[in-house]
Each structure stands twice: as C-alpha cells, then as structure tokens.
C-alpha cells in the first residue's frame, strides 16, 4: 500500500482555499451577510486548517530522528 504524503493534500488544500476566496471575491456587497458568504468563509478556513494540520505533519516526518 503506498503512503500519502502530506505534500499532495496540502496542494489539494491550498487549491480549496484558492477557490474560496476567488469565489468569494466575487460576490456582491457584504452589507448583508447571505448564507452563501457563510459557506464560503467556513470552506476557506477549513481549508487553511487541513493545509496547516499536513504542514505539521510534513514538519514532522522531514525532521532527522536524532533524539537520544
């Protein structure tokens, strides 16, 4: 079984994030907050979570066992 690196789900997640703010760039006038801002916000930060969670992870495994 071949083992996922963190590198691929942090480009998947950098991607979700892209698309977030894109999309919510071009939605008009945030005077009055619409489900879909909600949507959008809670998408883009999920996404920055996942990316932040496999940054740590790809820390982690990149870091020499050098521990005593």
């Known amino acids: 079984m071949r083992k996922r690196t963190p590198l691929r789900a942090m480009l998947l997640a950098a991607f979700i994030i892209a698309i977030s ?27 920055i979570g996942i990316l932040l969670v496999n940054f740590f992870i790809w820390l982690r495994i990149k870091q020499p066992d050098d521990k005593p």
């Open 21 to 47: 703010f894109y999309n919510f760039s071009r939605l008009t006038g945030s005077e009055c907050i619409r489900t879909i801002h909600i949507v959008t916000l809670v998408t883009a930060g999920a996404g």
